[in-house]
């Protein structure tokens, strides 16, 4: 049972442009969300997270939205550069369990 | 401070045989973490400390799996008797209860490759 589900694997986005990248989850106890960057032969590098008693998260070109009724977050890159092709991933996380819950992964292209 | 450390990179090794990594997490931090991950998924949680105390470990520690983390500083993390489908990047992160956000930070990864 996947609980925390990305269903785009990959994504190609002009520089410059916006990249959004989503993230669902099923798991109603889930409060604390987290977006990594993974570049190849790397581990994850922390991005930005959320938790569930906001509704947005901004850190320089990165913003994270939730929508806790939909059980969705997105990630939106603006502008997107070269430099942010990798792979990003979505996880979850329940206050007082510590380990994550990772999603399967969005690769993003950013095409100069 | 230069992050979390994981030694080896890289390791292959015969099936059957018995492998050991290392990991350093970052020298404030309390909560050490191992993650597996395999091609095409995300990481999987295999088992977490904080301080020297394991409390939690995932039903994918099978029993030829075993985590210290003596002295609550570095850990290791052995594989007896592998098998081809141990195969996978194995993840060391670390996280401090001190801090109110919680990200955990991860290592570069030790790549497995049971031949």
């Known amino acids: 049972d996947q609980q925390v589900k990305q269903n785009s694997p990959s994504l190609s986005v002009q520089e410059g442009r916006i990249s959004i990248l989503n993230c669902d989850y099923t798991?109603?106890?889930?409060?604390?969300f987290l977006w990594y960057k993974k570049y190849p032969a790397e581990g994850p590098t922390f991005l930005i997270s959320?938790?569930?008693?906001?509704d947005k998260n901004e850190d320089g070109r990165f913003t994270v939205f939730l929508n806790k009724s939909a059980k969705h977050l997105s990630l939106h890159i603006v502008p997107s550069q070269p430099g942010d092709s990798a792979v990003y991933f979505c996880?979850?996380?329940?206050?007082?369990?510590?380990?994550?819950?990772f999603g399967t992964g969005t690769r993003l292209k950013v095409l100069a | 401070d230069t992050g979390v450390s994981q030694d080896p990179r890289h390791k292959i090794t015969k099936r059957g045989q018995n492998v050991t990594f290392r990991c350093d997490p970052i020298?404030?931090?309390?909560?050490l973490y191992w993650y597996r991950q395999t091609l095409g998924q995300g990481p999987e949680f295999l088992t977490y400390?904080?301080?020297?105390?394991?409390?939690?470990k995932s039903r994918l520690l099978s029993d030829r799996f075993s985590a210290e983390r003596p002295k609550g500083s570095f850990s290791t993390l052995e594989i007896q008797r592998t098998e081809q489908g141990d195969s996978a990047m194995y993840l060391c992160?670390?996280?401090?209860?001190?801090?109110?956000?919680?990200?955990?930070?991860f290592g570069q990864g030790t790549r497995l490759t049971v031949v």
């Open positions: 996880a979850a996380s329940v206050s007082g369990t510590y380990k994550y819950i």
């Open positions: 959320i938790s569930s008693i906001k």
């Open positions: 798991n109603s106890m889930f409060d604390y």
């Open positions: 020298s404030e931090h309390n909560r």
């Open positions: 992160a670390s996280s401090s209860t001190r801090r109110h956000i919680t990200e955990a930070f």
């Open positions: 400390f904080q301080n020297e105390a394991q409390l939690e």
